[in-house]
């Protein structure tokens, strides 16, 4: 049995990517896990392969098809969560929408303003709405809960665009003003941050261009930091806090699926782990 044989997670935008990574981390410990995303079939990038997958590293794998881009969609999915189980232990908001084309590169004024809706809208109201339907099973479960917001080292440096960034940095402060919201009910809000992640949509731009992935952390690699992370004693002591995967490798001596472990991201300057609290 597993160290979450009796828990009970979300994860959004899990098909493919990060997203996927952590369904697995979690399955491995035989957690329960809802995989949303709109992508369904048997595919290999659909959250009805991730569910398999799921169930087959150990865990139960439930996909629940949802556009996080639409209200009534998360909704949905809350409702049909709400009539299967009667908790949520962990919800971890991950769904991203990369703008097509990605913008990555030039100034704000060369790029459509709908990149801001796929980055900031997508990457952040979206899991300000998740969280919002899904607090009333969350605070069922109790102490020990928690919300984990995937965000990026572009919250506190340039990376990719103006828009990207803004998103970021709004989640990471956003997770830091939950925190102290969601204290008094002991649950925790934390942000993750991934390094340079070799993700599908990454490893397709790799073989086209000719990149070497090697040194990047894989999406299974940032899941079990996110596991490690979930299930520490202590996760109290770190809600509102930036918890960086690299960190969280080297303090669980964790290792990827190749068995190794990635060397550490080179960081820009980046701040305090603690955003936007002051105790």
């Known amino acids: 049995m597993g160290a979450l044989t009796e828990k009970i997670a979300v994860v959004t935008g899990a098909s493919r ?19 949303t995303g709109r992508s369904t079939g048997s595919g290999e990038r659909t959250i009805d392969t991730t ?33 299967e189980v009667d908790h949520i232990d ?17 100034g704000f004024w060369d790029h459509p303003i709908s990149i801001w809706d796929d980055q900031a809208g997508i990457g952040l109201r979206s899991h300000y709405v998740a969280s919002w ?26 990376h990719f665009s103006s828009s990207y960034g803004a998103g970021k940095a709004g989640l990471d402060r956003l997770t830091a003003d939950m925190a102290i919201e969601l ?8 942000v993750l941050y991934p390094g340079s992640v070799a993700t599908e949509f990454i490893q397709d731009v790799a073989d086209a261009q000719g990149m070497d992935l090697s040194k990047s952390q894989t999406p299974l690699f ?23 995967v690299e960190d969280l490798a080297e303090e669980f001596d964790l290792k990827d699926e190749h068995g190794r472990r990635p060397p550490p991201y080179e960081r820009r300057g980046e701040q305090s782990p603690r955003v936007g609290r002051t105790s």
Not at 17 to 35: D, F, H, N, R, S
Not at 90 to 106: H, M, Q, R, S, T
Not at 183 to 190: F, L, T
């Open 183 to 190: 204290e008094p009910k002991g649950v925790a809000a934390v």
């Open 222 to 244: 940032v899941g079990r930091s996110a596991v490690a992370l979930l299930t520490t004693p202590d996760l109290m002591s770190r809600s509102g806090t930036i918890q960086w």
């Open 133 to 158: 339907h899904a607090a009333p099973l969350i605070f069922k479960a109790g102490p020990g809960a928690a919300i984990l917001n995937v965000s990026s080292p572009g919250g506190q440096s340039y």
């Open 51 to 83: 569910a398999r997958q799921v169930t087959e590293a150990g865990g139960e794998g439930r996909a629940i098809q949802c556009d996080h881009g639409n209200d009534a969609d998360i909704a949905a999915l809350f409702e049909r969560i709400a009539s």
């Open 17 to 35: 990517g990060i997203g996927k990574g952590i369904a697995l981390a979690l399955g491995e410990q035989g957690c329960t896990v809802y995989v």
């Open 90 to 106: 962990f919800l971890v908001n991950n769904v991203y929408k990369i703008p097509d084309p990605p913008a990555w590169g030039g």
